[in-house]
């Protein structure tokens, strides 16, 4: 049964179309000459302590009202804070925006793989527990939806809510494939840029750490909204019933997008902000003081 759905899977036929840039290292060299984003008007380039394992320098990018609402967005795998550029460019009055680059992406150091889920969620501690700024509300895409909902578990006190957005939460649903193992050893590994390795095994240890996660679920009592797309290859959409039946200690409410695919940072910022605005509507006024950033 397994390898009947691998063999139906978009994701299957994606890594073995990869292989001939896996061994010969074209992609690698190709990515690596592509600009990094750092910031411009509308997102600023911000960088924090946080422990997670081991120190990091954590960065990210922040955008509009900065005594404004907080909502903390958090990248899928591979990926960085610019994939959620759009939403900072347009960020409501009265809201900010703060987007991170996991540890192990983007301009994040140390910039070695972090495959804790609890250890992602962890590093976002500073950025949740500013003094004097109210509650924020996080927002996850991807492999970002567990890290959300771990720190759920870990910071839930001190949260407005949580968003997930195509979250893969479901261990059940997680398949690798032969090639990723492949590409996780020298030689082959080493013909990868970093963050596509570090990607790699994120996703060869994420079906662990989902189980281990699992138990934890239920200890979610903040408000979680789940936006997920109906036509997702990449993040299958029976992840949405794992997660109803698994956050016990609240009721999320659904958002099904009917065709929606897995890119919803990029073409879902609509269903995205109406999730935002819903939950932060909900939360009471707070009366935040100038915070001096770094």
């Known amino acids: 049964m397994r390898v009947q759905r691998q063999l139906a899977s978009k994701k299957f036929w994606c890594c073995i179309l990869a292989l001939p840039f896996l061994l010969i290292g074209c992609a690698s060299t190709y990515i690596s000459m592509q600009p990094r984003f750092d910031h411009d008007e509308f ?3 911000r960088t924090v302590a946080t422990k997670a394992g081991q120190l990091y320098q954590l960065s990210y990018l922040e955008g509009g009202d900065p005594m404004g609402q907080r909502v903390i967005f958090v990248h899928g795998t591979p990926g960085d804070a610019s994939n959620w550029y759009d939403m ?21 150091r140390p910039s070695d793989a972090q495959t804790s889920i609890m250890e992602q969620a962890r590093a976002l501690g500073p950025l949740i527990t500013l003094p004097e700024r109210g509650k924020p509300l996080l927002v996850g895409h991807s492999l970002g939806g567990p890290v959300v ?8 006190d001190k949260l407005g809510g949580v968003i997930i957005a195509a979250g893969a939460l479901d261990p059940d649903q997680e398949d690798v494939m032969w090639i990723q193992h492949l590409g ?110 770094r």
């Open 88 to 108: 900072l460019k347009n960020a409501p009055k009265g809201y900010q925006f703060i987007a991170i680059d996991r540890p192990g992406f983007g301009q994040t």
């Open 149 to 156: 909902a771990a720190a759920a578990t870990m910071y839930g």
């Open 43 to 45: 997102a600023m380039r």
């Open 184 to 293: 996780a050893v020298p030689p082959f590994s080493w013909l990868l840029q970093w963050e596509f390795r570090n990607a790699n095994f994120e996703l060869i240890a994420l079906e662990g750490e989902l189980r281990t996660l699992e138990p934890h679920l239920k200890d979610i009592h903040v408000p979680v909204t789940i936006v997920h797309g109906t036509a997702d290859d990449l993040v299958p959409y029976a992840n949405t019933a794992y997660m109803l039946r698994e956050f016990k200690g609240t009721k999320p409410k659904l958002v099904t997008l009917e065709g929606g695919n897995h890119f919803l940072p990029w073409n879902a910022r609509g269903p995205l902000m109406d999730a935002i605005q819903d939950m932060a509507s909900k939360l009471p006024a707070t009366r935040l003081v100038p915070v001096q950033s």
